[in-house]
């Protein structure tokens, strides 16, 4: 049985870094974000496991701060705020990568590019769709 989860689990993993051209992710330089039309399992889930979920923060067994970013329904229903469709100025996650609110572990704004933050500004402002 635990022989089975580990197996799930580890393909579960590997699938959610791939991106759509089958392409593994294993770095955030690797999710390029387009300037319309940013897919939530093409570019920002793939982001966020390779980033803020990988290393033991905010993945379902940690969840530091009450914050997973490991499924659509974590990211968008976990956290009251965290993100608010249609308006990425109010979304607690944009004010964390740009360095308006502190984040525990430091100061986000020098280890996440600017390209990125836009990508999931622009998702959300796109509505943050399940896409």
């Known amino acids: 049985m635990a022989a089975g989860f580990i197996v ?3 393909l579960a993993f590997a699938l959610a870094l791939s991106g759509c051209d089958g392409a593994t992710v294993t770095q955030p330089q690797d999710v390029v974000f387009p300037d319309s039309n940013v897919r939530f ?4 889930q793939p982001y966020f496991a390779v980033t803020c979920a990988n290393g033991g923060c905010h993945n379902d067994m940690v969840a530091a701060g009450g914050i997973r970013l490991t ?3 974590t990211v968008l229903f976990d956290r009251p705020n965290l993100v608010v469709p249609s308006k990425p100025d ?16 430091g100061n986000l704004t020098q280890r996440i590019a600017p390209t990125q933050v836009r990508g999931i500004r622009k998702w959300i402002s796109e509505g943050a769709l399940n896409n």
Do not use: D, F
């Open 71 to 73: 499924t659509y329904s």
């Open 90 to 105: 109010e979304s607690l996650i944009i004010q964390i990568m740009s360095g308006i609110l502190n984040h525990p572990a």
């Open 8 to 10: 799930t689990a580890t």
């Open 41 to 44: 399992r093409g570019q920002v």
